[in-house]
């Protein structure tokens, strides 16, 4: 178990579909212990249902300063320092994700940036002094960031800066030993993905250009996300890593 003792934050479950729940399945599978942000009052209730009696489970709203620093100071009272971080947040509001991007309005595109890539920048910012040397941090993209998906729009530039700052954060990060990178997961139906018009489909064409016909599981891109919190991929750095068994190839 290359997780053991090691204290991880896990940000973004909002159901048991959810990529970070195959994430945190897998932190535990190697004997990490959880530390959970959730957004609101209703994700809570969601996440009570499935974490143990020993998980710490606190509100981090990353659309509020406030709501990180209250996050990350109560950490650093309980545990004293961590040994990584998995940030699977994105939002959007629904009628950005369709149509013409031409379309997209002002506070849209303003909004998809600031949850879907400045909050990785945020949290970092408030994490740093916490992640022990040999830490990761991880967070989730899609391939939508360097192709046109058809509606994904908005999220695809939002996810295209989201990969920028992995690197620009890895290079600042490598200085403290911490290494940080971005999966880039295959399509998955969540809650996120939802919001995208035209969702299944979506979902269907990318199952259809895995390597076997089957879509990305959430436990197959937790095991990954494992990895790269630990010391055991330390010699990655501020990479993106394709976990869609093989969409992006063909
Ligand atoms: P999800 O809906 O289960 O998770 C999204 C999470 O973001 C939720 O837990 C939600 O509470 C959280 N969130 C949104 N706004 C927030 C805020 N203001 N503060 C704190 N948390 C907030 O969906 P998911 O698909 O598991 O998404 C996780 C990550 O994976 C996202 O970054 C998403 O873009 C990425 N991703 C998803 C897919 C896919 O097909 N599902 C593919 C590639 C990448």
Redesign the pocket.
Known sequence: MFLENKKIVV?????S????WGCAKALKAQGATLIYT??NER?EKQLAKLASPEDLLLE????SDESIRRAFATIEARFGQIDGLVH????SKKEELGGNISDVSRDGYALAQD??SYSLLAVAKAAKPLLKAGSGVVT???MGSERAIPNYNVMGIAKAALEASVRYLAVEFGKVGVHVNAIS????K????SGVDGYKGLIKESDSRTVDGEGVTIDEIGEVAAFLVSPLSAGVVGDVIYVDKGVHLT
Not at 88 to 91: D, E
Not at 185 to 188: H, Q, V
């Open positions: 940000m973004g479950v909002a159901n579909k959810s990529i970070a959730y957004q994700m981090c709203d990353v659309a699977a947040i994105a939002y949850i879907s989730l993209t899609y997961a295959g399509a998955i969540t809650l996120a993905v």
